[in-house]
């Protein structure tokens, strides 16, 4: 019999995978300057055409940081987005699956005091629980660049103001999202707030898919003719997706 996994497993494993990783804190002393965040509220709001959107509510387990993540692209990448086309659903409008809503207040908002300690979004945990998940993990990817998006688009409004710009100090945020065996892996990179048109400099996404950290959870072994195919409990342990997991949490402290 296969394992489930529900909503005890999934949650169990990521604690311990976190806990793993900060037991590194000892040589890797710059971890102590984090902290995990449960149950934060996100609001970002911005404007793209003659449309406005809004990212807002909980989104999983926070990983913050007294320091911002170092930045993955230079400047010289930054600026050769300016000349990349951005793909289109013309005549298919990109907003067709979106939920409208009526808005009274055009919020902007981490989640946190301005004077927290810890206001820069290092790294978005998320889970997808259960045999029957809710998001395919195609969706789940679209929800992680949505949040970590989110969060970077927050904490520039709160930086330099709403006033769309290129940003000096582009700003990064990762996320990594799990069902307790694959894993999903992405690396955002805010680099402009002018998110009006299709021009100029762009943001930058990095996107890691549906990595596997074993092959089987067994209750039971998957016996055949008297030999065991799969011993029961974890098997087949893929420890290149870990390596991406701790490669991750220590971006920054290393």
Known sequence: MTLRLGT???PSLLNRLLHLCGSLQVTHP???KRILAEKYSLAATWRRGEDMFQVRGQNGLLLNSMTPLPVVAGQEQIQSTADQALETFYPIAPTIDLQNTHVYQEKSDTGFREDYPYP????LFLMEMGNTPKLLPEQLRAKMVMFTFGNALARAQALYGKEPRVLEKPIVVQSVATNGRLFQFVVFQLNTTDLQSD???KNLVWVDEDQPLYEFAKVKPLIKKKVVQVPAGLSGYQPE?????LALYLHGAA
């Open 8 to 10: 005890c497993v999934c």
């Open 30 to 32: 710059e971890l102590a």
């Open 120 to 123: 820069h979004a290092h790294t």
């Open 199 to 201: 021009s100029g400099v």
């Open 241 to 245: 997706t870990f390596k991406k997991f």
